[in-house]
């Protein structure tokens, strides 16, 4: 039987994980971005995929509450969704191609997934 691991610290979280390897991904793709996009479209996918995993680390020093630690989840999920919603403006402006997208949409309903599941069991991480 497979033991569970001890989460100690925001790091340890898969979802944190996740979501800062797709930050940096993000952040790689729009390196190739056009220059008029640089204060727009740039700036913001790179911000609310950032947003993320920053999000969750603040959610995880929120544990002392579950009420807050729930309400930060939530928070989290929000910029997710954002960065979907810029995911989709970078497919329509053709700056990524349909499999970009697919594969990283699909990662960002998975962490969604584990959020959601996160904030469902709140009391299991709270303290």
């Known amino acids: ?11 340890d979280l898969e979802g ?3 979501s800062f390897a797709l930050a940096v991904e993000i952040f790689q793709i729009s390196k190739k971005f056009p ?17 993320v995993c ?5 959610a995880w020093r929120k ?8 309400n930060k989840l939530t928070d989290v999920m929000q910029e997710a969704s954002e960065t979907q919603s810029w995911l989709e403006f970078c497919l329509a402006c053709s700056y990524i191609d349909e499999e970009q997208f697919k594969k990283l949409d699909n990662e960002y309903e ?12 709140a009391g299991k991480f709270c303290y």
């Open 16 to 18: 944190y994980q996740r």
């Open 54 to 58: 920053s999000n969750l680390a603040e």
């Open 35 to 51: 220059s008029e996009e640089r204060y727009s479209l740039t700036d913001q996918i790179r911000r609310s995929s950032r947003s």
């Open 110 to 121: 998975e962490i969604i997934s584990m959020l959601n599941s996160m904030e469902r069991n």
């Open 63 to 70: 544990r002392r509450y579950v009420a807050v630690f729930k």
């Open 1 to 11: 039987m497979e033991r569970k691991k001890t989460i100690r610290h925001f790091r």
